[in-house]
């Protein structure tokens, strides 16, 4: 479906372009925050982006989808970003090696809500090159193979940072359930 809106854009009817932005917005917003760390931000990573792929359109060759195209515009404008911003968040690795059981345990009794503000806090509080890789590989779905293709990065690379960032993400949630989500609080 994308090709055909990406031919008629290409053939001079611009408004096809806004098909696509509306089907991929809010997807790249999140890719997008998970690496500004900034809702502002990464709402203008976003634009830089759809302008960018918007303008550089007709280089689309079609060997890979639209989407992994798109997001590889969409990482390396969040990049350039955080590197113009310097606003790069500190990596969080003392006390992150939180206790796996005990963090399940707790994340069970949660809503649908509580879990997705948790995983969001925790995102937020890690390096933004493991919070891409979750971010692409479980809310967006992407296979190993396509998030090395949108980053850039060897399959190698993509599987030690996801492995690395679900440890993280671990030492950070295991401790926020302990306190802020956590009735009981231990």
């Not at 918007?54 to 404008?77: C, M, P, Q």
């Not at 969040?78 to 500190?90: E, G």
């Not at 399940?104 to 806090?121: C, N, P, S, T, W």
């Amino acid at each position: 479906m994308d090709q055909l809106y990406i031919r008629n854009v290409l053939k001079g009817n611009r408004e096809d372009f806004r098909f696509l932005i509306r089907k991929y917005k809010d997807l790249a917003f999140s890719v997008a925050l998970s690496v500004v760390k900034n809702e502002y931000e990464a709402e203008e990573v976003v634009q830089e982006a759809f302008i960018k792929a918007y303008e550089h359109l007709s280089s689309f060759r079609g060997d890979a989808v639209f989407k992994t195209w798109f997001y590889k515009i969409l990482v390396n404008e969040a990049f350039k970003k955080v590197r113009q911003s310097k606003s790069a968040p500190s990596l969080l690795r003392d006390g992150m090696a939180g206790d796996i059981e005990d963090a399940d345990a707790h994340f069970l009794g949660l809503d649908e809500e509580e879990k997705h503000l948790l995983v969001r806090d925790a995102l937020s509080r890690m390096e933004s090159r493991e919070s891409l890789v979750l971010q692409l590989f479980y809310f967006e779905g992407e296979g190993i193979r396509e998030i090395a293709g949108i980053t850039g990065w060897s399959e190698g690379n993509v599987k030690v940072i996801l492995h690395r960032a679900r440890k993280h993400l671990l030492g950070i949630v295991g401790p926020l359930l302990k306190t802020e989500f956590n009735p009981i609080r231990r």
